[in-house]
Structures are given as C-alpha cells and as structure tokens.
C-alpha cells in the first residue's frame, strides 16, 4: 500500500464507455484527482468479461478475468464508472476455484475494487467544490450498483454538493430500468416494456436532467426517452461532479 | 431464445388489459408489503432467523419427516410417500374412489397445481369444486393459475363480473368485488356441505405434533375440510417445521410479505381425522408428502429454493412478471421463483429461457422473506444451460468472437478504431435509429451515435501530447 | 407406497446427526425469537387486544363487559344495532349453556346460512388480536365458519402476548386463529370483507385483566 493519503489508482474505464462515452473516462480522472490520488489507465485494458459471466459462459468469463485480474492487481485500488463492472470484478473470485492461485488473486483484488462515486465518497470523503450547475434532474439507481455494492446514498451526497442543481424524486428510483446487459438484446420486447414505463416515470418527475451512475442504463433509458420525443437530458454523474457537463447523451459534440 | 417463450411473452405484452390487471394487484401488494415491513423494524432479524429456520430443517430433512410421520400417524393420520406428481395424483384418486366420492372440494394449493391434480381428478370423472375465490374463477374460465397467491391475477374485476354474470345461477348484482365475492359465497355454499372428499395443501407440516397448518383469508380452507368425510392434503416434504412456534416466526414472515397483513384472517392447525365428542370433522385424514424433484433440487444446488414460503413477493417485485404476467412463464411457478424451480420440473431444454429472461437487478433476492439468492441461482442455470448448450448459436459465436479480441488488446483496439466510426455513419443529429446486427436495440430505442475515437486512443493521444 | 417412502428417504440421508444435537439446534433457533417480534404492542394483553381489533387491517369490533353473565344482554344490543332477528346459534359450551338468554332463541346446531352465532374463544393473541379456538365436542370447528355475524366471548385473562403464547404441548384435532372477519384480496389484490366465512366478528372481552405483564415487558430487548 502507497501512503494512505495518495493511493495509486487504477482507472479501469469499461468497454462501454470506452466505446461509447469518453468523457466519462476524463470525468473520473478528474474526479480521482481532486480527491488526492494517482492515476493511471492501463492500457491493456478492455472487458471485464459480463457478458460472457452474465450469459452463463464462465470459461469465457474467466478467461476475460485473469487477463483483468493480472492487469490491475499491481495498483492500490481499482476504480470502476459502473455499479455493474464493478460488481462483476469483485466477484471474480466465484468463477475460480476455491483455493486456486487464481482464486486466491481474483479475492485480494476484489477487495481493492470500487465503484466511482462511492469511492469518492466513502473513502475519499470527496466533496465536489466550486461546481454550479442551473438545473432540475433526477436520479435513476442502477441496480448492480444499488444491492450488490450498496450504492444510494453517495451520489446523492456528491450531487447535493453541486449549486444551483435541484434534486426531484424518482418514483420507482430502484427499479430496473430494463437494460439488463444482453437481456435488452435477447429479449428486446420485455425490455422495451420495462423502459417504456421506466420513461414515463422519468418525464412525470417534470426533471429537466436524467441522471444516473452506469453508462449502459442510461443509453437504456435516454434511447426510450428520445424515441419518445421526450426533452429529458440524461448525463452520467460523473460528468455533472466533475463540472464538464457539454453535450448530453445523443447530443451532437 | 425459444420460440415458445417469446411467443407467450409477446402476446402477454401485446394485451392492454392484461397489463391493466397486472398492475392492479401488484401494485397495491407492493404498496401494502412495504408499509407491513416499515412498521416491523424487526424484519431483518426475522428474515434472518426465518431463513435458518428453513436451512435447518432441509439440512435434517430425513428427521423431520419421520418425526413429523410417526407423529401425524399417532393422531390418527394416514400418511403417504409420493415420489412423483403422477404417483400423488394416483394417490388421491385411489383414496377419492375408494371412499366412493362423487363429488371434490379443493381448497388452493400450489402443490396440486404443481402435481396437475385437477387434471387427474377430471381424468378420473370426479366432480371438482375449487372453494378459493380465485381459483373459482380460474375454474369457471377453463384457465390456468397466473400468480401464486392471486391465480387470477390476470383477470380485472370487469372481467370477472362479466364470468360470473354468464356462469353463477344467482341474480346477485356484480358491479363490485363485494357482490362477486357474495355471488361466489352463495353459488359455493352448497357445495362445501355436500362434498365427500376435501383436499388442501398445507402451508407448513409441524413434525413435533404431526399437525398440518393452511392459512386462508377467505375461511374456504376450513368448510372445505370440516364437513366432507376425507380430507386429503398433498404437501411438498420442504414444508416442514420443526414445531408450532418454529411456523409461528415464519407465519411473520409469510402473511407480511404476501399480502401486507399481520395475518392470515384463519390460520388453523388439523391434526388427524374426527376425536370422540367431536360434532364435526373429516372421518379420515390422509397426507400425502410428495418429493417431485425436491430432493434432486436439494443434491444439485438448489437447497436455498427449498426455504421458498410462496409467499409471491418477488412476482410482485419483478420487473419482468409485471410486463408479461404469469402464463408467459409455461410452468406451475411463475416470476423469479419459477424461474427458479420450473427447470427443475420441466426439464431445463423446455425452459432454458426462464433462468435467462431475467435483468439481475436482485430486488426478489431483496425482498425475499427468507433471502433465497435468486439471482444466483438464476445464474447456476444460465451456467448449466450454457455447458449443455442449450442457449442459441449466434450467442456462443459472438461471445466468442468478443472473448478472442477482448484477450487481445491491440486487436481490440484496431477493432474499435474501425467500428465507431462505421456505426456514426448510420447516425443523424447523434442518434441511430437503425442499424444492421442492432435491431435488438433500435426496435424500441435510439443509440446515442459513439465517438469517432473511444476512451483508450483519446487518452493515448492526451498522454502523448502531454509528453511532448 | 412404501418404496417411494424409502426412495425419498434415502435421496435425503446424508452423515446422520444425532437427534440430541438437531434438538439443541431447534431450540437455540427459537431462542432468536423475542427480539424478532413487532415491537409495537404495549400495555395489558386485553388492552392491546382491543386495539388492535378495531385496526382497519383487522376490521373487527369489539366491547368489553364485566361478567360473562352480560353476555345475553351485550348480544342483543349487537342483534338490535344490527337490525337482525333474535335467532342465534350457540356454541355448546357449558359455560353458555348456563347463561339467561331471555328474549332470544338459542338452538345448538348451526345452519350452513346462520345468521348469527355466539362463542366462547379458549384465548386471544394480542400480538395479531387473533381468537384461539379448539375443536372439541364444545367447540365445533365450522362455528367460526358458517354464520355471517360471529360473536366471540372472551376471557380478559386468557389473552396472551404473542403468537407462540398460545400453542398447547398435545392440540386438539383443529386449532385455528381467528383474526378478524373473512376476506379476500383475489379481485385486484384489494381487501373485500365477508368471503366463505363470517363478515362481521364482533368479540365481547369479559372483565380485565389490569394485573398481567404488559405485553412490552415480555418481549426481551
Ligand atoms: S422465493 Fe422468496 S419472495 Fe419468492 S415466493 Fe418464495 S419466499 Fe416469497
């Protein structure tokens, strides 16, 4: 362990947002930064392995996870842009055998491993200073990152430190919001219904901005939003603590 | 994806009312749980203790059982052993015929649906009269059971005013669910009295007096076992307690979870048939302990289903149940439990998609009262499927395409570099409406347009003009 | 069946524990009990019963009367309130049977469409403000069943705390818990009062019993 005061952090950014999303990526950093660590992306890095893990494919899951695993375990901590990758990640240990080396690394990097917005909040007691932003949002829970990793309460407190930005409530706030990973895919039309009432949830809280903590649930629920004609602007929440809010999601750069 | 599966799902999404209904029941069942469990600051511990209760007894199944046997025997019980759905259906027949019984009241029980005993009983000619208000309905439809705890679930209170208006004898008026709850009364009332055979399920087996508990709230439990001369119970061998007081704590946990009452209106514990004195009461009482794939379910992994109260909270929960409704699902059991257990019952082949139709958002597994990790185990089947190559070709060739580029993270790179900016060609104003390979998605959903360089190249090019 | 008997049996049988041992386990989960019950219920057990009776979660009525000899008189004001007929069947309980029910016509045999039955509960819970009643040849099961208004006597003093309060070491044929009138939710999940059973339960608790613990005491911490 490096001084306790300036951890060495590893950035693992997610194939979704790496494809999907970059500022996100920038967002972290910057994030990470403020709060008094050091960071670096490795740069071998590409996907934790979910799909093949969440699709029962463990072999494959565990393949991705090895190459994870040796990737990030050099670092202090490992910090994550999403409930569900990093969920994934500190549950690597079951897709090894118990007592294995490869078990016995999968665990002491899972216990390294954080989701971005606790990590901020948790164990860098971070507080975002000199952000404003005008606006009314509202805020979706991700499921992974909810009841695997119990992430509720430190987006709030992050966001809340935010001026001029207005919290308004989201009925149903801890429901799935229909994404799922490759659940969207292969079953499109149950997801669709789930979205479909996730959306009008959304627009009813009157909310100018959807905000939320995991990149794919949001593509999930600004996709639906925007089919529906809805003005709702959905914005990862790091992007909005970080003070780089510019383009929404499917807003041309 | 099989074509079963997303042929029911899809005409259960393509009717409004259904949903209409759907939301009608769970709805309020969501809204009265929560503020059962609000004012039971104590529900965690309960849960926790509930959920021993249960490891407990199906770690000493065997015990139990024979406790709960040799007790149930002593009080003048006949108890029967049934392997199979189809070895407890001939059971019940058997008995049915050999007390020469015309005529059957049943009192709900999910094990008898689980067994296809209406069906039996109908093979066999005997008259059938299903007391619970919902399965009565179900049985006036000619229908299948959507929900464990409301079977008719999928019927809005329209609906059935119009059944009852076209099948009840009476002339009651049918406008609310008071008078067809009145109409049902007095179109059953007869009946119970008339039965020769009752036949429950049983909510728990208590193996230190050989007793068996059925909760109701409508008391049809009661007239359906009280006056007919046999009453038959078939129940599942994991409903086992150890005593009265060990199904006490779990009643807390059941009647909260199911309905958001404290409890059940008529919570009864029979043990054996009719005593000396006795002015009512059933001449014979028979239990019929039917193992149908639990103790399989207890040796391949699946021992936590076993604690499973059928208490329904996580169908109410479920995102996915409350689009679809229960007859999507094609077993006994719908919703994450059911998705749980149907492989078990219907073979993996026929129902690899339940285990898969399912988001793992966790909230059954939160809201279990006896915290049975249902996502897990949904996991354990996605594994299994998988191995025995069950899910769909197109599925193994593009997660193993991925796998073999994600393992390499220069080709993964160039892959990337090449892909983005292909997708922004079918982008207009930052959304894709369409796309080829991604009709899954913009079906029902724009995609953001990505960026013409991902995450990785861009900070590569950040840290290399940093350098500089 | 006795193969499947052994069958099920045998799939189960894994290393044997002692039945000294599964015994001690049983009871040290039921040791976990008290701190797990609703802490929510204080005062005397009859008070607390009371109470919780008239809940609209319960949706019951209740009174209370000095002497069980009130009884008849606490039964034909419900009968005058209620506009019904003085025609009751009575439970065949000593303890009734002794009672003057002047100006009503008591028989013992209830009908499938019973009007009005009176009965005499062998306890309460106030815990759930649910009536224990045992089967036996003063306690015919469908007595709390059959009639369309139930009236249940019941001693202050034989209302116990909580639901474990109750349970006898050698039952009777039928044991059941009474906790308010018949109900369903089937149509849309809502709560519609009066099913197969009763749809009106009014209990008339006899006398008080101001000496017992109150019902917070006996739930350790
Ligand atoms: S799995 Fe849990 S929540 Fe679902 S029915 Fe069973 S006990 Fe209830």
Known sequence: MAAADRPHVALFVTCLVDA???????????????????????????????????????????DLAAHTIALLEPFDAVVVPSGSCAATIIQYPELFDA?????????????????????????????????????????????????????????????????????????????????????????????????????????????????????????????????????VRAYPAAEILAGMAGPAIGEPA | MSADFTARAGAALADPTLKIAIDRTTITARTK??????????????????????????????HYLLEFEANAIASGARVHWAET?????????????????????????????????????????????????????????????????WPALHKTREQVGELFAREHHGALPLDTAEQMMASARRELREKFLAADVG???????????????????????????????????????????????????????????????ELTQYTSFHRGPRRPGDTDGPTEFHIILVDNGRTRMRAEGLAEMLRCLRCGACLNHCVVFRQIGGHAYGGTYPGPMGAVITPILDGLAASHDLPNACTLNGQCQEVCPVAIPLPTLLRGWRDRSWREGLEPASLRGSLALWRFVARRPALYRAATALALPMMRLFARRGWISAMPLAGGWTRHRDLPAPPARGFMA??????????R | MTDARAAILARLAGHRTDQATIAAQAAALLDRVGPTRPDRVRGAPDA?????????AIGATGERIATLAELPEAVSRYLAAHALPPLVAVQPHPELAGLAWAGIATHADITPDEAVAVGLAHGGIAETASLVFHSGAHSP???AFLPMHHIVALHAHSVRPWLEDHIAADPPRNVNLVTGPSGTTDIEGTLVRGAHGPGHLHVVMIGSNNDADPVAATRPA
């Open chain 1, 20 to 62: 999907m999303r970059p500022p996100i990526g920038f967002a972290a950093i910057a994030l990470l930064e403020a709060a008094g660590c050091t960071v670096s992306v490795p740069a071998a890095q590409t996907c934790c392995g979910q799909p093949a893990r969440n699709s029962g494919d463990r072999a494959g899951a565990a």
């Open chain 1, 99 to 231: 007592g294995s080396a490869w078990h016995a690394r999968a665990t002491a990097l899972a216990g390294r491993t954080h989701e971005l917005l606790s990590y901020l909040a948790d164990h860098r007691k971070f507080i975002p200073a000199g952000i404003a932003l005008q606006a009314t949002a509202t805020y979706h829970d991700s499921c992974s990152g909810l009841r695997e990793l119990g992430v509720a309460a430190q987006p709030r407190a992050l966001l809340g430190a935010v001026a001029g930005l207005a919290l308004l409530p989201l009925d149903g706030a801890e429901t799935c919001c229909g994404f799922g990973g490759t659940f969207c895919v292969k079953y499109p039309a149950i997801s669709n219904a789930i979205v479909d009432e996730k959306a009008r949830a959304i627009e009813a809280t009157g909310a100018g901005l959807l905000l939320g903590g995991d990149l794919g649930c949001l593509m999930n629920m600004a996709g639906k939003l925007h089919r529906r004609g809805s003005p």
């Open chain 2, 33 to 62: 749980r929560a503020s059962a469990i609000a004012a039971w600051p104590e529900f965690p511990l309960a849960r926790a203790l509930g959920r021993d209760i249960k490891d407990h007894v199906i770690a000493h199944l065997d």
């Open chain 2, 85 to 149: 759905a189809q070895q407890a259906c001939d059971i019940t027949v058997a008995l049915c015929r050999a007390a020469d019984a015309r005529s059957v009241t049943r009192s709900k029980s999910m094990l008898g649906e689980e067994i296809g005993l209406p069906h039996a009983l109908a093979q066999a000619g005997i008259e059938r009269v299903e007391t619970d208000l919902a399965e009565h309905i179900i049985q006036l439809a000619g229908e299948r059971p959507s929900h464990i705890i």
């Open chain 2, 199 to 261: 036949i429950s399920g049983a909510n728990f087996l208590i193996a230190d007096t050989g007793a068996v508990c059925t909760v109701t709230n409508e008391g049809n439990a009661e007239l359906t076992t009280t006056p007919p001369r046999l009453h038959i119970v078939t129940a599942g061998i994991e409903k086992l307690v150890p005593s009265t007081a060990h199904a006490m704590s779990l009643l807390r946990l059941l009647v909260r979870s199911a309905t958001g009452a």
């Open chain 2, 458 to 467: 861009q900070y590569a090019a950040r840290q290399k003009a940093a350098r």
């Open chain 3, 48 to 56: 607390v019963f009371l109470q919780r009776l008239a809940s609209p």
């Open chain 3, 141 to 143: 099961t469908l007595f």
